[in-house]
């Protein structure tokens, strides 16, 4: 059965080392030549970013060839081109992550949401993500699967359009509301302080933390309210890392690429 996605990834386009990857992806096959590339004309350190781009009709389907044998987000009101990195984090541990991002000034808002940057646990779902509403940022929780339990809510000034913002996290996954905790940063300047659980009982118990998602990723299309096709977005990515401790991802702790 033929699936859209190779096993990993290329790596000429998606850096392994020992703080990222290995990769696969989630694309539309037919958008392979756009989806996610490398680029060098907007980058934030190093010589090249990553630039990824979703098209009306852009959907994911497991399996091309009999979607209905798994996920198809071609009959599930979603759209995406996102990258899976295939490493799930600990539970009950300091995690640290950092992604750069830029918005391009000429990004046209929409509702519904654009997930941008997920932790995903699976079959369980989600337990944290990001995403752009509109003129909004908000930051999801989900302790429940499927259920947003928590939600911080920023306006336009936070992710600005048209320059690369440093978005770093720091958080434990825990199903105990005593020992998890999600702190995010942007600049340097600290926009959450959650103390509380951070992920589902179920994914706890299996002793797996989530995996990282990157991208963009658009759901609940039904509930778009113009005519005519979605806008195509695009979205510029640079230095994804993942660590034990701040040092261990801060871009200009290492030379880029």
Known sequence: ???????????????????????TDTIDLDAEGY????????????????????????????????????????????????????WNAPVDKDMWYQLNMLIPADYTPMYPKQIFWQWHNGNNGPNLYFHLNENR??????????????QYTFGDNILTLGTWHEITVNVVWSNNPRIGKLRVFVDGVMIVDHRG?????????????????????????????????????????????????????????????
């Open 137 to 150: 940022f908000h930051i999801d929780i989900l302790t429940e699967p499927g259920k947003t339990t928590t």
């Open 1 to 23: 059965m033929l699936l859209s996605t190779a096993l990993f990834a290329d790596p000429s386009i998606l850096s392994v080392d020992d703080h990222r990857g290995p990769w």
């Open 35 to 86: 989806a996610y590339q490398r680029q060098s004309q907007w980058v934030y350190h190093g010589s090249t970013a990553l630039r990824f781009e979703l098209r009306d009709g852009d959907c994911y389907t497991a399996y091309p060839e009999n979607p209905a044998q798994g996920w198809d987000d071609c009959t599930r009101d979603r759209e995406r081109s996102e990258v899976r990195e295939r």
């Open 197 to 257: 659980a951070t992920i589902d009982d179920e994914s706890y118990y299996n002793g797996v933390g989530p995996f990282v998602k990157y991208g963009i990723y658009r759901s609940h299309l039904s509930r778009y309210e113009y005519e005519g096709p979605h806008p195509t977005h695009v979205l510029y990515f640079d230095e994804y890392r993942r660590g034990f401790s701040e040092a261990e991802v801060e871009a200009f702790n290492y030379p880029g690429d």
